[in-house]
DNA sequence: TTGATTCTGTACCTATAAGTACAGAATAAA
DNA sequence: TTTATTCTGTACTTATAGGTACAGAATCAA
């Protein structure tokens, strides 16, 4: 009954992902999202509303795609010291730049002080309290596996500490074997 | 034998440093900082430079004090762990937001992807190896007090990545006592 | 006091980027 | 085929922010 939209709206988010991860929210321009997606400024208004509402629907959808992968992850069967360790190696891609980005979205929208925005806020929040959730559970489900005196919710802190940490750093030393080295300390105190 | 400049660089640099930190590089324009210091543009244009100058100028002000401080607090006499325990303590009020900022404005500057300025990247690499540096040589120095197979050069890279971890975090959880609960755990491997 | 010199403040220029008006194109229903 | 409806692209408006021209003020040396 009226002229259908000519382009998928995910496929536009996925470009857009792109571009802000690679320059930030504030250093991307509209202009250069519709170079890169082709689609002219008025209908990404009219499907995705503002620059800032543009940006959420993207970090949601970057949110949503970690935790499904971090889901799958950490369910896996057999020790939750492997599941864990399998988590944070599945970082290393963010951290050495062979996504073509440097770091991880979320933590670089987090550390971004123009970003006061409370819907952001919100849903980096989330993300993260999902994250630490499932770390949180998995290792109080196999705390049988662990000496005495393990704290399965300090460690699930600790981390995504060190997860935070390694993404945070990734924008600087991409040496990918001192990365693992590290994992592989920090496995340490699943014992 | 002309007219004397009205204000202390020093003093507009810290001023500077405030609202660059609150915002962020990007977000702040310099009409805030006119405001804050209540130099004139010309003024600031004269004696730092352009907003990349000035930034940098800032940037490497905040290096070098938390640099003087760490090689102090590293330096202390007695066991490493304690040095490296104040160490990692002393950053929990850039954590909990009671300079009034969160988080480090170095960690805040290299996760911003507008950031792509050669010397500024450079400032934060020195620093960042500078630290790091500190840290190996005080482990290696008391490589003794560890248990045997303690490696003194991925440690010391482990304690960059959970500091880096606090500080990316600190803009979403204050809870200082969570943080202290970390820094005990991760003062686990060093034994 | 005078003059050379450098700083300060106002007021401006210019570029960029967010957001939109509007005319025309594409579709589905009638 | 006609028409209502929604999308698309061009071109525009507007605000903001980086940077500067210029006139006048403040200092020191002579």
Known sequence: MARPRSFDP????????QVFWQKGFQATSLDEITAA????????????????????????RYHDGILGWAERTLAQPGPAREAIRQWLTGFIP?????????GCL????????????AALRKSIERYNRRLEELLRTRLR???????????PDITAHTVMVVHAGLMALAHQTPDSKQVKAVIEQVMGLLA
């Open 10 to 17: 995910d496929d536009v988010l996925e470009i857009a992902r």
């Open 37 to 60: 997606s082709g689609i002219a400024k008025p209908s990404l208004y009219a499907a995705f509303g503002d620059k800032h509402a543009l940006f959420l629907r993207v970090l949601d």
């Open 94 to 102: 963010y951290c050495s730049g062979e996504k073509g980005q440097r």
């Open 106 to 117: 979320s933590i670089n929208s987090a550390t971004d002080g123009s970003l006061d925005q």
């Open 141 to 151: 489900a196999d705390r049988a596996q662990f000496k005495k005196g393990f704290d």
